[in-house]
């Protein structure tokens, strides 16, 4: 009886929508449910159909790997519990709930999130199958590094908690697993010490790449926290100048007077969203230059201890609700890699490579990364990560420039973060990921019938399953030539 009932929710709350990622490109028709709670979730999965099933955070990863075009998409967020915080920092959280609603929880206590990625807007489930990073990769690593366990509802309707000891392989397998693992329904992370809801920064304005980067290596022994913002229209001599941010969290005495009361009351105004009604040929090289010309100009040439509520240094961009949409129709890409030290030459091509590229960089931005984790999917390893936002409207020629620059990433050693990506071509995926087999041996022990996939995973054949397919149409299409 209980079981009929929860079925009919699921129908009821069914429906088939176009799905695209936050940068609004390849949209795919699927069913999506939003199941209520656990036994909701294991019949939407266990019943998801020939086209398999793709958990749903937030949207926020930029290209197609929460979409599944065809089949199931389960949208996690209806399950966003947010449990109390033990003396020690930890807290059992939904995979469902925002990392807003974690904040929310956790400085009132003095904690703060581990690792933030630059928007508040992700779920647990979003954080740790993306295993995210932030401004202290250098330091801290990824977000599932302070996970100590996790809740996934296996592709077979089983619910099994995994630590890093008891299966570690499944851990480091759904740890930048990009939901095909299964559904990580739970999960307990250890939070960081955060006295106040302040940070302490330093600004500096840079003269060119070279100079962005000594300022950040120099400061990962002094802060927690460093970025570097980074001009890709200016050519010449300022070539990838840009400004850097390092920060650490403010302690209470650094606090003055009556703002002490105030030190951990966290209440971010709410952000006034974006019209959807911008033309795509409103962000242009244009625009890119004025934008750019303009933050250089009024970042200071350095201050120093500035206190900035801690959304102003982390999650700037979280100003203005659905900003995704001031790329118009067309929508926008963004190409994000990690380059190894000792490849900083091919750093500055790829830089210079943008300032002359078809496409306008818009936004870019800099960050280090100090030694990868056990995940064979996780995207940092040591060395720079440049992230750019571009313009979707130049079509072939942006996607033969980004064709290019994944070359140039690939030779040197590097690889593209697959929750940014949107276009890139199957055939660099092992050789960035090297052990993309290992991975595929582990999420073939839990999906032997291939439940769990996306069209990220069709585009770039992640699973065994995908991948044999894959292999299989283009030894069909040689047999058809021949
Ligand atoms: C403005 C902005 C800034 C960003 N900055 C950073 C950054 O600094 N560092 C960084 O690492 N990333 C960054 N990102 C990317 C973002 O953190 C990741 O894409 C994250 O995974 C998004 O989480 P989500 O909840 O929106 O998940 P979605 O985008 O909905 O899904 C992302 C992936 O997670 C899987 N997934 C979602 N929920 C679950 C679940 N419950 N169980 C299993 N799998 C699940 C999906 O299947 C998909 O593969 C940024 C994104 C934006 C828009």
Redesign the pocket.
């Known amino acids: 009886m209980l079981g009929r009932r929860r079925v009919a929710t699921i129908v009821s709350s069914e429906r088939r929508a176009a799905l695209t990622?936050?940068g609004r490109t390849g949209a795919s028709v699927a069913r999506i449910v939003r199941p209520s709670d656990i036994p909701a979730t294991t019949t939407a999965l266990v019943g998801a159909g020939p086209r398999g099933a793709?958990?749903?955070?937030?949207?926020?990863?930029?290209g197609d790997?929460?979409q599944n075009g065809g089949g199931l998409v389960l949208d996690?967020t209806a399950i966003d519990y947010v449990g109390p915080i033990d003396s020690d920092g930890r807290m059992l959280v939904a995979?469902?709930a925002s990392l807003e609603s974690v904040i929310r929880a956790a400085i009132p206590a003095g904690w703060f999130l581990p690792v933030t990625?630059?928007?508040r807007?992700?779920?647990i489930?979003?954080?740790?199958?993306?295993d995210?990073?932030?401004k202290n990769h250098h330091l801290d690593g990824t977000f599932a590094q302070h996970v100590e366990s996790l809740t996934l509802l296996l592709p077979s309707g089983e619910t099994r908690v995994v630590t890093p000891e008891s299966d570690p392989a499944l851990f480091w397998a759904t740890a930048g697993g990009?939901?095909l693992t299964?559904?990580?329904?739970e999960a307990r992370v250890r939070l960081t010490r955060a006295p106040t809801r302040f940070m302490t920064v330093d600004t500096y304005r840079t003269r060119d790449l070279d100079h962005s980067m000594s300022l950040m290596t120099e400061s990962d022994s002094r802060t927690h926290y460093s970025v570097a913002w980074v001009d890709l229209v200016t050519a010449g001599a300022s070539l990838g100048r840009g400004v850097v941010t390092c920060g650490d969290h403010t302690p209470v005495d650094a606090i003055a007077g009556r703002g002490r009361q105030d030190a951990r009351r966290w209440r971010p105004r709410p952000a006034p969203t974006a019209p959807p009604v911008f033309p795509s040929q409103m962000v242009n090289r244009f625009t890119a230059r004025l934008l750019n010309e303009l933050w250089f100009r009024n970042a200071p040439s350095e201050r120093l201890g500035e206190l900035q509520p801690l959304e102003a240094f982390f999650y700037p961009?979280d100003i203005v609700g659905q900003w995704n949409r001031v790329y118009g129709r067309r929508g926008f890409l963004q190409w994000q890699c990690v380059i190894p030290f000792g490849e900083e030459d091919r750093l500055r091509r790829i830089v210079e490579a943008f300032v002359n590229g078809p496409a306008p960089a818009i936004l870019a931005v800099l960050k280090r990364f100090g030694a990868a984790n056990p995940g064979p999917l996780s995207f940092p390893a040591p060395g720079w990560t440049l992230a750019v936002d571009l313009p979707a409207a130049r079509g072939d020629a942006l996607a033969t420039f980004l064709d290019h620059l994944d070359r140039e990433v690939a030779e040197g050693g590097g690889r593209i973060?697959l929750?940014?990506d949107a276009r890139m071509r199957p055939e660099w995926l092992e050789v960035m990921y090297p052990r993309i087999d290992e991975w595929r041996a582990v999420q073939a022990r839990v999906d032997p019938h291939g439940r769990m996939t996306?069209d990220?995973d069709r585009r770039l054949g992640l699973t065994a399953h995908a991948s044999a397919r894959m292999r299989g149409t283009a030894n069909r299409g040689m047999g058809d030539t021949r």
């Open positions: 990622g936050w793709t958990p749903r955070g937030l949207g926020r990863a930029y790997a929460a996690a995979g469902g990625p630059g928007t807007h992700i779920t489930g979003g954080a740790i199958a993306s995210v990073h932030g990009m939901g299964g559904v990580i329904l961009l973060y929750s940014k996306s990220l």
